[in-house]
């Protein structure tokens, strides 16, 4: 049996937080021997927000080299960059024409993005879920491993295949684009603000104490821990909807230090509130992050090494994207060159 194909990415703005790493990332890295992977860092959907030319290519490669130092082993899996592959871009145009605008405007991550940028809402922002619909499809990706914020897009995605198979290839044995289908795990599927636990963890967050980046030392993450918001009462527990931030760190550490609710919820248990946890999760996560550091450094530091990697996956890629951009472009009926 030939081996599942996974398609994933990370948009290259701003850092990487621990909500990306356990909510995507983490999981690519522990399923990557069963599947046939592509992870890409998508740095046409960055343009979706304002966005500094200065930076980009930078982070592009930043994140590139994360999705390396989280485990992510280039011999297993293709890493590559959505804009080397222009069949990205050409494929949302297509889509694009066969996706109704309502679909779109649906979208409660447009609506909510459109709020916080204001005036500053492009074409492209509620357009976005279209693209991520062409990155998943070139591929024909039979899962897509993410976290609980893109389950609509993943949706979304999965409409926009119903009707082009529907419209444009209800005659063939073989559907065009294969429908895929979402991977997300309940754990660390939702990581909530340091700031604010009812909004999730997230790059454009304004203030940088909400959220803990991958690349964070150990004294800023020690300090974004003490100061992150909690409450008055001493016990410690899960799952109490009127105590969110409790609730997020909890789970947080139990993820971390890889030990159940249960046995997470019998440790609080002799302990004196949060002045005896929070040292207790600092600890945790700068012992989780540091590998990733280390390793992220090492990569970094390896001259050339980051760009063969990310040729080596633009070539492996592109042959498989503009193979299915090809056989759209002939169902859709263009005359090809
Ligand atoms: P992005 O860059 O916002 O986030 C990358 C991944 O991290 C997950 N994530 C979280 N998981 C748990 N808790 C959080 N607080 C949290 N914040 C983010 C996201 O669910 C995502 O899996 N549109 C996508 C990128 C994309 C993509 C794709 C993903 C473009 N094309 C094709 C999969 C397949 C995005 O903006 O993710």
Redesign the pocket.
């Given at each position: 049996m030939p081996k599942q194909r996974i398609?994933?990415?990370?948009?290259p703005?701003g850092n990487l937080?621990i909500?990306?790493y356990?909510?995507?990332?983490r999981n690519w890295v522990e399923n990557q021997v069963n599947y046939e992977n592509f992870f890409?860092v998508?740095d046409l959907?960055a343009l979706t927000a304002p966005h500094n030319p200065n930076e980009l290519a930078e982070h592009t490669r930043r994140t590139a080299a994360l999705y390396i130092a989280c485990g992510i082993d280039p011999q297993q899996s293709t890493i590559f960059v959505?804009s080397h592959i222009s069949a990205h871009a050409e494929l949302t145009w297509l889509l694009n024409c066969i996706t109704p605008l309502n679909w779109l405007e649906r979208m409660i991550q447009f609506k909510e993005k459109a709020i916080k940028q204001g005036e500053n809402v492009n074409a492209g922002l509620l357009d976005?879920p279209v693209?991520?619909a062409s990155?998943?499809l070139l591929y024909q990706a039979d899962l897509?491993?993410?976290?609980?914020?893109?389950k609509q897009?993943l949706e979304l995605t999965r409409d926009i295949v119903v009707r082009f198979n529907d419209q444009f290839g209800s005659d063939r044995d073989v559907p065009i684009l294969k429908l895929p289908e979402p991977l997300i795990r309940k754990e660390?599927?939702?990581?909530?603000s340091l700031t604010d636990g009812t909004s999730?963890?997230?790059?454009s967050d304004p203030s940088e104490m909400s959220r803990i980046h991958l690349l964070d030392d150990a004294d800023t993450i020690a300090k974004k821990i003490k100061r992150c918001k909690t409450d008055t009462i001493r016990e410690l527990e899960f799952d109490n909807p009127d105590r969110p931030e409790c609730h997020n760190l909890l789970s947080l550490y139990a993820i971390l230090s890889g030990k159940t609710k249960e046995a997470v919820q019998a440790e609080c248990a002799d302990m004196r509130g949060w002045g005896d946890f929070k040292p207790l999760l600092a600890e945790t996560v700068i012992n989780s992050l540091q590998p990733i550091q280390t390793k992220y450094y090492e990569v970094v530091n390896e001259k050339g090494y980051l760009d063969r990697v990310l040729k080596a996956g633009r070539e492996k890629a592109g042959a498989i994207a503009f193979e299915t951009l090809k056989q759209v472009k002939s169902a859709l009926g263009f005359l090809l060159p």
């Open positions: 398609l994933s990415g990370v948009q703005t937080h909500g990306n356990l909510g995507a990332i890409c998508v959907h959505q976005y693209l991520m990155d998943i897509v491993p993410v976290g609980e914020d893109q897009h660390g599927a939702r990581v909530m999730k963890m997230s790059k």
